[in-house]
């Protein structure tokens, strides 16, 4: 979970909180207090980038909220 932006050459700048396996069947799990009127981004993402799926994404709240979803174009890197 990011704060208002994500730098994907320093992931861990902005970095909220990640989790990876503290959920039920070691899936992921984040429990967190937002603000507000502020701006997160989730990213999710495979321990593997050869595996895909599907994935559930639940958000609650006393607030309404809205959530948009943003498919990046595939990146590929090649080694020399």
Do not use: K
């Not at 704060?3 to 050459?9: A, L, N, T, W």
């Not at 989790?19 to 321990?47: A, H, K, M, P, W």
């Not at 958000?59 to 090649?78: D, Y």
């Amino acid at each position: 979970l990011y704060y208002d932006r994500v730098d994907f050459s320093d992931p861990d700048a902005d970095l909220i909180i990640a989790d990876d396996d503290s959920g039920d069947n070691n899936q992921f799990e984040i429990v967190v207090t937002l603000q507000y009127r502020q701006t997160y981004i989730i990213v999710v993402t495979t321990s593997f980038a050869e595996t895909t799926g599907n994935y559930t994404l639940r958000v609650s709240g006393p607030a309404r909220l809205s959530i948009t979803l943003f498919t990046p174009a595939t990146i590929s890197s090649t080694q020399t």
